[in-house]
């Protein structure tokens, strides 16, 4: 089953700890067999396309079985325990629309 996760991120972290851990948070995403399909970064944008291109959290498209797997994942993500997340909310998602298609 199909979920969307939004992360924010957490204003007061400490910059060094994402440069420090992405590259065990990307060895983590892409041993979890499938179940992350999409996964990346989320940057303020405004009406006409500006921003001040800073990040403001993350979204990952996840296949797994139920809530508590999503939940799951997103606890095993070496980013989890380090306070980078002002919060997470993990979404059932129903796919309606795909590469212009009607699913």
């Known amino acids: ?24 948070h990307l060895a983590f995403l892409a041993a979890q067999d499938g179940a992350v399909i999409d996964a990346g970064p989320l940057f303020a944008a405004d009406v006409d396309g500006a921003g001040d291109g800073a990040g403001r959290g993350g979204a990952w498209v ?17 980013f989890w325990p380090t306070g980078l997340r002002a919060r997470v909310t993990v ?12 699913v």
């Open 62 to 78: 996840v296949d797994v079985p139920d809530a508590k797997a999503a939940h799951a994942l997103v606890r095993a993500d070496p």
């Open 1 to 24: 089953m199909p979920y969307l996760i939004l992360f924010e991120d957490n204003p007061e972290a400490d910059p060094a700890i994402r440069n420090r851990l992405m590259p065990d």
């Open 91 to 102: 979404l059932d998602w129903r796919q309606v629309f795909r590469a212009g298609r009607v």
